[in-house]
């Protein structure tokens, strides 16, 4: 996966899902990591990585794919699991659908949910720079008190992923929504 110049590949081990800078190649480095529940040494596991996330098969006696958002490689989060059936062979996601092959069922197929997923503001000077995933239609809103909430749509956030806005007067809070 690459992010702006960098380019990153997933690499799952004994101490769960890594995420490995390998922009040079001679010179691969961690930038993060992310416990997977069912990783063992002695436990096959597969990794697909779509988009923002990796998928993760793993596990012989409670196999699960595990969805893990890596939208910032240096800090990988587990959004989501599901139980399979079988101990899991090879992903692959195609569209919102994994693809899981395993030696008893031969495939199972798992729709996969949008993962509204708001990263971590960030404040730089005069401005407030937001950035989020979960697929198309998604909207930012924003409401300056909780007890009663006010959302109310940002402007200029239908159909993007990120936006700038001035940041001034009182506290605010955002959330996403799929409507």
């Given at each position: ?20 800078d ?7 480095r ?45 800090r990988?989060?587990l ?8 101990t899991?062979?090879?992903v ?12 008893e069922w ?6 996969l949910?949008?993962v509204?997923t ?26 300056t ?5 006010n ?27 799929k409507?």
């Open positions: 996966m690459t992010r702006g110049t960098s380019v990153y590949a997933c690499v799952a081990t004994g101490a769960g899902l890594q995420v490995l390998i922009t040079e190649p001679s010179k691969p961690r930038v993060g990591g992310c416990p997977v529940s069912n990783l063992a040494l002695d436990a096959a596991f597969w990794i697909a990585v779509s988009g923002n996330y990796a998928y993760v098969c793993a596990g012989r006696f409670r196999p699960r794919l595990e969805v893990i958002d890596v939208s910032d490689p240096a990988p989060v959004v989501g699991t599901c139980e399979l059936s079988e899991p062979g090879a692959t996601i195609v569209g919102n659908y994994a693809y899981v092959t395993d030696a031969g495939l199972q197929i798992i729709r949910r949008d509204l708001l990263n971590l503001p960030i404040l730089s000077g005069d401005k407030l720079t937001l950035s989020w995933s979960g697929g198309p239609g998604i909207k930012l809103q924003k409401t008190i909780l007890s009663p909430a959302w109310q749509d940002v402007t200029g956030s239908g159909g993007v992923s990120n936006i700038e806005l001035p940041r001034k007067g009182a506290a605010a809070f955002f959330r996403l929504i409507p």
